[in-house]
């Protein structure tokens, strides 16, 4: 297959898609979810988040082990 071939292939596949319209505006809905509150923390990931940095005190070479694996 040619690239003048391709060319024509994506070009016909892009024409033929139709985008609807939309019936209303989405940005109310979406300034509602950046408005709103977000959730604390829990207790786990706190916890958590204290034991990863206690333990790259006492190991710090632990440490780039987990960033390794991040």
Known sequence: M???EWQEMIKNAVDAETFPELDHDLWP???????????????????????IVLLSFLFPDMLLSLLYHL
């Open 29 to 51: 809905r979406m300034h509602e979810r950046l408005t709103a509150a977000r959730p604390s923390p829990s207790r786990w990931d706190l916890l958590l988040l204290a034991a």
């Open 2 to 4: 040619t690239d003048r």
